[in-house]
């Protein structure tokens, strides 16, 4: 037995040294690849030498003689920071992840070669003017030059990934910074997905008229109706009830129905100004990653100094400031996506059907290659509407006619592509009118672009407006039949249609993703909006005052009251409030009075400190799943976060929406307020099996942590405790400072989405500027820098926005200077 015990010590011994060996082999590895901030290289390829100064955020200020040196500069910095995330992008674009991932990531690749955005990225270099394309060379260079010395001087291939997910660093190439651009247009573009749920809705629902309580148009003068969508396709058979969806494939940049994005952007003229200068807020909202999608940095350029938020394989701040302008971003949700059913020959399954009769596919073979299984050849094929989707992708088969395949038509599937050098001219415009100017040229993705100089104040619609027939018979709601002359695309609108607004006499413009315009179709711009809610508490902010600082402009960013719940809480508490009499201790009647005791007292505001919000938040989604689930059976799982307009069209019974409380499956006639208990009771009792029954003792904060997850390696046991970064956060679905709920799985209060860039400019003092983003410069998990502004964010601090060049090198923490041989 002795023996046998010193043996079993010995093994023990030695796997515990083993693994010490190991972590420690582990970590030697992964450090190589830290970058050095405080060096000197030389680099060939410039026109003189780059200095680069990391302040003790890590943000970098890139100073050279000539601006083609300055982007080479930020390639560089990109790729020692994000080069992971660079490449990872690039391969989604291009529909390579399966050569790194395997047989999990085809379904990801099949879609993006099919939409073949990489293809128009590589076309579209030519459409852009000379000093983008220069800029474009500048910084592959620069990106090139990194990977250059990863290889030469062996630093850890350049990320940890890298030994995990083993492939060569191809050199990186102008189109490569056009295709990221269209992969964020993809995540950022969610209309075809709502016409996916529209169609889905109205094949499921018993009453096709009830599609205007489930999916409402936000409040403004109505449409003409839209046709059931069975009666567009009489004779061919569409499914009549609902499944359930299919889950997403892994790393598929598209977004889900309602997380394509979101975001604010106000501005205060001078008269509205306490310091007389004009005044900018933007925080664009994104899905939360680890690192962000946002890099700081600073260019000193020939016009000037620029600083903001940049994407790493793009060389252009896309917002921020200059010495002279500033400017914010928001999605516009811009209907710039159509669906169309395509009919087949029934005798050529290679020709579909046109106005003109019938007509043969444009076709394209590719293949992908998967790692550690045999390459899948595809067929790629183009209709004269667009790409030919897969059948599956979305559920798209739920609602195509067998037999039928489906095209996507969308305003960045073109060649002629200039939103690059959109952005360039942009960053370097003077003045207001200069840059109104130079977004003409934006493309895709269309945006809300808010604007400030030292005088004026404005807001456009960017991006190509799609110029629809007015006799389309679905007006680019739900997918339409592809052969109907109507329903096709007649080029887009000129510039001239896109939406402005220049200096109001109120002296304040903004924009949640409201509805910004009331013009008929098809000049209409959207149908479906971002916002009805987060605008009214903008509105009752921006209108509290007289004039406004730095300071009121940050506190709305963070305010975290929500109208929804200050609007629906009366109407469906109305009959459950201060009725019936006292509950014993232990009961669920006594549980139920003590949840809406809290909610009676409470002010709407999203605090994470709070358990009314958690109480609220519970309620409303246990409401919204009675209401519906027994109209349209499964499909109810994918609406995933509660409508405010839909509860108070049901308990304002407008137009006779009240009938959805009735429950079609039971005997009784159920009312609004017997809903309303059940699901409070409902909530109740999830709550309890989760958080637990002492109802004071919750805290919104632990239900609605943000996690930032790291794409790949998010959700690897044990890893993802190091790589993802977790924070209790406040906010909402509808507060101003938003943090979108992930309405799944097991924690559908958990925060995805929300701003991972926050930035306020005042141009009475243009340096007392402050930003962030909500992680950190690096993408290393090692470094400092990958998650110490995420502290920061989370408790609603910024960072000092800065001009100043002895002010970045007075806080230095690294010095780089890439020089000539």
Not at 14 to 37: E, F, H, K, M, N
Not at 455 to 481: E, N, V
């Amino acid at each position: 037995m002795a023996t046998l015990f010193r043996w079993l010590l010995r093994l023990v011994s030695v796997t515990i040294l083993l693994g010490i060996l190991g972590v420690g082999l582990a970590y030697y590895l992964a450090s190589r690849s830290l970058p050095d901030y405080d060096k000197t290289l030389e680099v060939a390829g410039t026109a003189g030498d780059i200095e680069i100064v990391r302040d003790n955020a890590g943000v970098p200020h890139i100073f050279a003689p000539v601006d083609r040196d300055v982007y080479f500069g930020l390639g560089y910095v990109h790729a020692q920071d994000r080069l992971w995330q660079m490449t990872l992008l690039r391969r989604t674009a291009q529909g390579r992840l399966s050569e790194l991932f395997g047989r999990r990531t085809v379904e990801t690749d099949t879609l993006m070669r099919r939409l073949d955005l990489y293809t128009h990225a590589r076309m579209s270099v030519e459409a852009q003017d000379d000093e983008t394309r220069d800029a474009l060379e500048a910084y592959a260079a620069g990106v090139n030059a990194r990977i250059e010395e990863i290889n030469s001087d062996s630093l850890g291939r350049g990320a940890p990934e890298f030994f995990l997910f083993n492939a060569p660093i191809a050199p990186w190439q102008p189109a490569d910074s056009l295709a990221v651009i269209k992969l964020m247009a993809l995540q950022l573009s969610g209309n075809f997905r709502d016409e996916i749920l529209r169609a889905r809705t109205s094949l499921a629902l018993p009453d096709p008229e009830m599609i205007e309580d489930i999916l409402p148009d936000i409040p403004g003068p109505g449409i003409a109706e839209l046709p059931e969508y069975a009666a567009l396709f009489p004779e061919k058979p569409l499914p009549r009830f609902a499944e359930a969806s299919r889950p997403a494939p892994a790393l598929m940049p598209v977004a889900p129905p309602g997380m394509a994005g979101a975001s604010n952007a106000w501005a205060a003229a001078p008269e509205r100004s306490a310091g007389a200068g004009t005044l900018l807020a933007n925080d664009p909202h994104l899905g939360f990653t680890a690192p962000s999608t946002w890099y700081l940095a600073r260019l000193q350029l020939s016009s000037g100094g620029v600083i903001g938020g940049t994407i790493p394989g793009v060389p252009a701040v896309m917002l921020g400031r200059s010495e002279h302008i500033a400017w914010g971003l928001t999605s516009s949700y811009l209907d710039d996506q159509d669906l169309y059913i395509e009919e087949l020959d029934p005798e050529n399954p290679e020709r579909y059907r046109t106005p003109d009769g019938y007509k043969s596919f444009r076709t394209r073979r590719s293949i992908v290659d998967i790692k550690g299984a045999p390459p899948v050849t595809l067929t790629l094929r183009w209709t004269d509407n667009g790409p030919v989707l897969p059948r599956k992708a979305f559920d798209l088969d739920r609602i195509t006619p067998q037999g039928d395949v489906v095209s996507l038509a969308w305003t960045a599937l073109g060649d002629k592509d200039s939103s690059m050098s959109a952005a360039i001219g942009l960053m370097k415009a003077q003045t207001v009118d200069a840059a109104l100017e130079a977004s003409k040229a934006f493309v895709a993705p269309s945006q809300m672009l808010t604007l400030i100089d030292d005088q004026h104040i404005a807001m456009k619609l960017i991006g190509a407006m799609p110029a629809r027939d007015p006799q389309s018979q679905t007006q680019g709601r739900m997918p339409s039949p592809g052969w109907i002359a109507a329903n096709r695309w007649q080029g887009t609108l000129p510039d001239s249609d896109n939406p402005v607004f220049r200096d109001p006499k109120g002296g304040i413009l903004g924009n949640t993703n409201n509805k910004i315009i009331d013009r008929p179709f098809p000049r209409h711009v959207s149908f479906d909006w971002g916002d009805s809610q987060r605008i009214m508490r903008w509105q009752a902010l921006m209108q509290g005052r007289e004039v406004h600082t730095r300071d009121s402009f940050i506190e709305a960013q963070l305010d975290t009251v929500s109208p929804a719940a200050r609007t629906l809480l009366p109407l469906i508490g109305r009959d459950l409030w201060f009725t019936g009499e006292a509950a014993p201790e232990g009961t669920p009647l006594r549980q139920r009075e003590r949840a809406l005791d809290l909610l009676a007292e409470w002010n709407g505001e999203m605090n994470e400190h709070l358990p009314e919000p958690l109480i609220y938040a519970a309620w409303l989604r246990a409401l919204q799943d009675r209401l519906i689930r027994d109209e349209i059976g499964p499909l109810a799982d994918e609406y995933t976060h509660v409508d405010p307009l839909f509860i108070e069209r049901v308990f304002r019974n407008i137009d006779g929406a009240g009938k959805w409380c009735d429950v079609l499956r039971s005997a009784p006639k159920e009312t609004c307020t017997d809903i309303a208990r059940m699901a409070l009771d409902d909530a109740l009792v999830r709550l309890g099996e989760r958080y637990g029954t002492q109802l004071e003792s919750l805290r919104w904060g632990d239900a609605h942590q943000a996690t930032h997850k790291h794409s790949v390696l998010g959700d690897v046991p044990l890893l993802n405790y190091f790589v993802n970064i977790r924070q209790t956060t406040s906010g909402g679905d509808f507060t101003l400072q938003r943090g979108v709920t992930s309405g799944t799985g097991n924690d559908p209060f958990a925060n995805v989405h929300g701003a991972t860039y926050r930035g306020v400019y005042d141009f009475a003092d243009p340096d007392s500027s402050v930003f962030i983003i909500s992680t950190g410069e690096s993408g290393h998990l090692l470094s400092r820098h990958y998650d110490d502004m995420g502290t920061l964010w989370r408790r609603g601090e910024y960072l000092p926005m800065s001009l100043d060049e002895d002010l970045a090198r007075a806080a230095s923490v690294g010095v780089t200077h890439l020089v000539k041989p």
